[in-house]
């Protein structure tokens, strides 16, 4: 019987930032699922987009999309999607300001327009290539979250028109934009009530300031070593690196491996 969960981000926390999997973090993995321990990932990627991760290291949970859409082992049990209105008036100003975007489906994502420089860089981050191009697919499917294309202080300003959406930077050059007040922590909490366990049952391991409500809401928060520094400070634990077992010796000071 499964007693406790413990919910990983990706991009600095399972993956360093060559994008590979220490071997140290695979065996820790392995090790918590023969404990009886839900391994579940948080991320703000899209399903599509970490499909391979979950595949090897057999993991059937996740919190996607900052929290929109949520799987307790390989069942949907959440679903949060921007509101069409929401998407209409989004749509409405990145035309006016000429900034690409890319919509995401839990299936899929397309670009707003071709061969533009901010999402082949911000892509490539990820080792991910560019998505094919069709303006309208926002249109016609569910959109959990988008890819916002430009600088830090458009992406501000943008906002100011835009106040029922969240703006999420993750790159230089792109922010996730997600219905107001979604969060991993939402989603995280959703995923704890379909599995049944107390929230003192359950840790957390993150690195950005997407994880920041996550760690602080969740039973244990561990901030992996290179953490931003706001992250480290609302922590309940600090481990090493990702790329020096920071999530394996993270599992062993908890006991959990």
């Known amino acids: 019987m499964h007693k406790k969960m413990v919910f990983l981000d990706i991009d600095g926390t399972i993956l360093t930032q060559k994008n590979e999997i220490p071997y140290s973090t695979k065996q820790a993995i392995k090790q918590l699922q023969d404990n009886d321990i839900y391994v579940a990932i948080a991320t703000g990627r899209a399903p599509f987009m970490f499909k391979s991760i979950r595949e090897e290291l057999n993991i059937h949970s996740f919190v996607s999309f900052n929290g929109q859409y949520v799987v307790f082992e390989g069942k949907e049990v959440y ?7 929401d998407l209409l008036r989004l749509n409405h100003e990145i035309m006016k300001n000429n900034y690409p975007i890319v919509f995401s489906s839990s299936e899929q994502m397309k670009a707003s327009e071709p ?7 911000s892509l490539s981050s990820m080792d991910f290539s560019y998505p094919e191009v069709d303006p309208n697919f926002y249109q016609s499917t569910s959109i959990y979250q988008a890819l916002l294309f430009c600088k ?3 992406e501000k300003q943008l906002a100011k028109q835009l106040p ?3 703006f ?3 790159h230089e050059f792109s ?4 219905p107001l007040g979604g969060s991993k922590a939402i989603g995280v909490e959703k995923l ?6 107390a929230f003192e049952d359950t840790f957390a391991f993150g690195d950005g300031l997407n994880d920041m409500q996550m760690l602080q809401e969740i039973g244990t928060g561990v ?5 931003v520094s706001d992250l480290k400070a609302v922590a309940d634990y600090i481990t090493e690196d990702v790329d020096k077992d920071g999530l394996a010796n993270g599992l062993k000071h908890l006991g959990l491996i």
């Open 164 to 166: 029922t959406l969240d």
């Open 79 to 85: 679903r949060n999607p921007i509101k069409k209105d």
């Open 152 to 154: 830090q202080e458009e």
């Open 223 to 227: 901030a992996m070593g290179n953490a």
């Open 168 to 170: 999420i930077r993750w």
């Open 192 to 197: 704890i009530e379909a599995s049944g366990l």
């Open 115 to 121: 061969n533009h420089l901010f999402i082949e860089e």
């Open 175 to 178: 922010c996730d934009v997600i």
